[in-house]
């Protein structure tokens, strides 16, 4: 698993006018937990969050903070303004090398279906698994072959096996699903009212030339 070492300040402010003060200064408050015996408010610059946050990988994270203490610990949730996208707050969760814990690990789709290439769409629909391993055993991404779908065939979380951990999610939850064309176009207009799951590929529909 990728590593990367993150400096953090121990912050002494609370409330939603200094936090704000410190993001218009780019740094984004957030909290270090440890098995909840150890809650330490930090702060981060902003841009050196970015190659943790806005990855397909899950990284172990070195934390440094202000006093000296250095903590082993990954990234447990981010928070976005939900106008700008900006990350406003980080939660980091410490671990204990030994011991099996919880994780959220993306998952990365390879190949290109049989469905795509017969006119369907390939849409990514769960984007991470939650895993249950030891940190040493953590993936960085789980990587799935979705090449042998065909259309309206779809793959879940229970046909995904891991060399090491559990996944912990319901076995008939679905990550990927190859639609045909035709149903993808009768509903367009009911989609244009929700959200939809990501289009990862797009096959040619019958009379398409190319």
């Known amino acids: 698993m990728a590593e990367i070492t993150l400096k953090a300040s121990i912050r002494d402010y609370k409330g939603r006018s ?47 903070l202000s006093d000296g203490t250095k903590e082993k610990c990954v990234l447990r949730e981010v928070q976005f ?22 994780f959220e690990v993306p998952v990365v789709l390879e190949g290109t279906p049989v469905g795509v290439r017969d006119g369907g769409v390939l849409q990514h629909i769960l984007h991470k698994l939650d ?13 799935v072959d979705v090449s042998g779908l065909h259309g309206s065939e779809s793959l879940t979380a229970g046909q995904i096996t891991l060399p090491k951990g559990t996944i912990l999610n319901d076995p008939e939850q679905v990550v990927a699903v190859v639609s045909h064309a035709r149903a993808e176009a009768a509903t367009d207009e009911a989609a244009e009212t929700s959200t939809e799951p990501e289009v990862i590929a797009r096959g040619k529909s019958a009379g398409e030339e190319g």
């Open 18 to 64: 200094a936090s704000n003060q410190a993001r218009r200064s780019g740094r984004v408050p957030g909290v270090f937990y440890f098995q909840n015996k150890k809650n330490i408010p930090i702060e981060v610059v902003a841009l050196d969050l970015r190659p943790l946050v806005y990855t397909a990988e899950t990284h172990l994270v070195n934390l440094v």
């Open 81 to 102: 303004d939900p106008v700008t996208d900006r990350i406003m707050h980080i939660d980091l969760v410490g671990l204990v090398m030994g011991e099996k814990m919880k």
């Open 131 to 143: 895993v249950e391993c030891l940190p040493g055993e953590l993936p960085e991404h789980i990587t």
